[in-house]
């Protein structure tokens, strides 16, 4: 057995590091690819849906990837310190692998609208947090201007490096199947992910490991869906705050991603989504969070217009845990409020026939 040490460790050939480059890992990566055993029976088509759950990273999302990469190529270059603008889940990544380089990072992020776990976390990781009263976009903007100024290095998807640690999601999928997916479905928000999957899938073909690339399907939530509308959005909502972004800053990349394999995008309501996350606990006890849920959300209603055939293969990315929302886990499950009873062994048996 040899210890799994972190996916540039895993597909180094594919990476841009040398022997030499000292590496910043906390052993992301080789996520388990689950095949849905109940909802495809539920809803009674004949497809292979199968979840990507980045949710098991280190820090609980996939943003954990392309930090690791970027973080690494940062300390390569000299840096001592990092800095993004996020809806959460960059900032809590970038913040654990900054400690882990012994570099400093600053995260800029919309005040009152990240997810709880995402902020006990980037707290519990010591990195300076700005919050700003503005979304992500805007805070994106500043951590541009602002690099010119001040010694820092961004680490937001601009950064080439988290393209490259992100697209090993790609190769682990290919490796894992044997063959790509038919059609791969996933949230977009910065639009980083998706760019990342298509190098990654791109490059395994080029290189024959695999033979065709996936249908790409990337899914916005519909009050912030400038990819849907085809133009950028100025005051995006959802309560799936991780993908709360109007003006993605992989445009281009994006779009080439949707031709190039003949993908689509599309729009969901936050009720859509919440109603998405609430199923894959509830019949397959997968709990990720509510940005996650839209590829799912897509994918069954492209499933269920037959714009995604029966026969299909689809891989759907879960970009991040559930428990890092934990308010709006609550909120979904108001109803089913814990039942408080007598510490005795009558009232816990009676609890139990009760249910049964
Ligand atoms: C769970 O953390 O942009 O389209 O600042 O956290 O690559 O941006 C998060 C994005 C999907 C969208 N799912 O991915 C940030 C941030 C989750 C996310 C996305 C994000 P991209």
Redesign the pocket.
Known sequence: MTRYTGLIERYRNRLPVSADTRIISLGEGNTPLIQLQNIPRLIGKDVDIYVKF??LNPTG???DRGMTMAVTKAVEAGSHAII??????????AAAYAVRAGIKAFVLIPEGKIALG?LAQTLMYDAKIIQISGN?DRGMALVKEVADHAPVTIV??INPFRIDG?KTAAFEIVDALGFAPDYHC???????????YWKGYTEYTTDRVCGNRPVMC?YQAAGAAPFVLGEMVDNPETV?T??R?GH?Q?WDF?WAAQRESGGWFDKFTDEKILAAQKMLSQFEGIF??P??A?SLAGALHDIGSGKIPEGSVIVC?L??NGI?DPEIAMMQCADAKPVTIDASLDAVKRAILDNL
């Open positions: 980045e949710g999302s996939f943003k993004c603008a996020s809806t959460g889940n960059t900032s809590a990544s995402k992500f937001n998807s992100q996933l949230p977009v928000g910065n639009a980083g992910n998706i760019t990342a990337g799936a991780a993908i972004i993605p992989s994006a990720c969070e940005a996650s839209a990315t970009t991040g890092k």
